[in-house]
């Protein structure tokens, strides 16, 4: 069993669409992070959080501890946007990742 | 402009070859790590290091081996102990790290190097 889940694995939507990726996780964490892989394989850092909800242009990501769940929302989505999203939790001695959500936009 | 980069980006050995990838950054971060990337798989660490002259093993550092002698160098070698080398390999850094190989400040990765082993 993995430490850190995301769905979908999969996920693609038309240009202009509200998107919602999920990342629940078993072990108790001091922070989630939230990364952005793409196609060419360069990963850069979205989001590090330990509570409530951060925001970062069309990008907001939120936590609820108590039901050990993360969830990255994108507004308005847009074809450069296409890319795998990587859920990772800190336990503070372990760095767990999920296997990615890859989310294709369409014009 | 700060950041980290790998070299190279692709790179193709003949089994039984050491190979060295290259890991600089000039953000001045004191901790850096190796990760594998495999198909269908999370990220795995190989190595990491908090501080210079210091590293220690990840959770699959069997096959490899690195190096920490400046603060901006981190390069990893892929031994012909290593069974299966062939993979998409990412270095990062981050401001600080635990000690134990799990950052507590947000990763900044490299690009990557694909390494194949023919």
């Known amino acids: 069993k993995n430490e850190v889940e995301q769905s979908p694995q999969n996920l693609t939507a038309q240009e202009g669409e509200f998107i919602t990726i999920n990342c629940s996780y078993s072990?108790?964490?001091?922070?989630l992070h939230w990364l952005q892989q793409h196609p060419g394989g360069g990963i850069v850092s979205l989001f590090m959080?330990?509570?409530g909800k951060k925001k970062h242009g069309r990008l907001i990501a939120t936590i609820n501890i108590q039901e050990k769940h993360s969830s990255l929302h994108i507004t308005a989505s847009h074809p450069r946007d296409s890319a795998v999203y990587i859920c990772?939790?800190?336990?503070?001695?372990?760095?767990?990742f999920g296997t990615g959500t890859s989310l294709t936009v369409i014009p | 402009d700060g950041g980290i980069t790998q070299s190279p980006k692709y790179l193709f050995r003949k089994e039984g070859q050491n190979v060295t990838l290259s890991c600089e950054q000039n953000?001045?971060?004191?901790?850096m790590y190796w990760y594998r990337q495999d198909p269908g798989q999370g990220l795995r660490l190989i190595y990491y290091s908090q501080i210079v002259n210091d590293f220690q093993k990840g959770d699959i550092a069997e096959g490899y081996s690195v190096s920490r002698e400046k603060k901006e160098s981190f390069p990893l070698t892929v031994t012909s102990a290593q069974k299966n080398p062939t993979a998409f390999y990412l270095c990062?850094?981050?401001?600080w790290g635990t000690g134990t190989g799990a950052p507590n400040s947000p990763l900044h990765f490299g690009n990557g190097t694909r390494l194949t082993v023919t």
């Open positions: 953000l001045n971060h004191d901790a």
């Open positions: 990772a939790a800190t336990t503070g001695n372990q760095f767990y």
């Open positions: 072990v108790g964490i001091s922070a």
């Open positions: 959080l330990s509570s």
């Open positions: 990062a850094s981050s401001i």
